[in-house]
Nanobody, 119 residues
């Protein structure tokens, strides 16, 4: 019953900015941590940023100072503001939500949105 819908990707030049959004529905609530991951062609999915229900954030070293993750609890939506984009940021970006089932975390993934940074 959980669905994550990501949007906001696009094609832009280095130094540009994008804002990604991911809306959650189903059994994902404000108490659940959410985040953004990305996957470049031929590479493994990697962490970009996460945010907990209390607002604590965590970022990959490669995006610190450039990206900002935030969430709207009322809308069950997580955002990723991406500034000073670099070609190496090119990837499919996936939103994530996690739910504790009593013994482990269950992860849910959005469909992905393409971000291409090229000169």
């Amino acid at each position: 019953q959980v669905q994550l819908v990501a949007s906001g990707g696009g094609l832009l030049q280095p130094g540009g900015s994008l804002r990604l959004s991911c809306a959650a529905s189903g059994s994902i609530f404000s108490s659940n941590p959410m985040g953004w991951y990305r996957q470049a062609p031929g590479k493994e999915r990697e962490l970009v940023a996460t945010i907990a229900s209390i607002g604590y954030t965590n970022y990959a070293d490669s995006v610190k100072g450039r990206f900002t993750i935030s969430r709207s609890n009322a809308r069950n939506t997580v955002y990723l503001q991406m500034n000073s984009l670099k070609p190496e940021d090119t990837a499919v970006y996936y939103c994530n939500a996690a739910r504790w089932d009593g013994s482990s975390w269950i992860n849910y993934w959005g469909q992905g949105t393409q971000v291409t940074v090229s000169s």
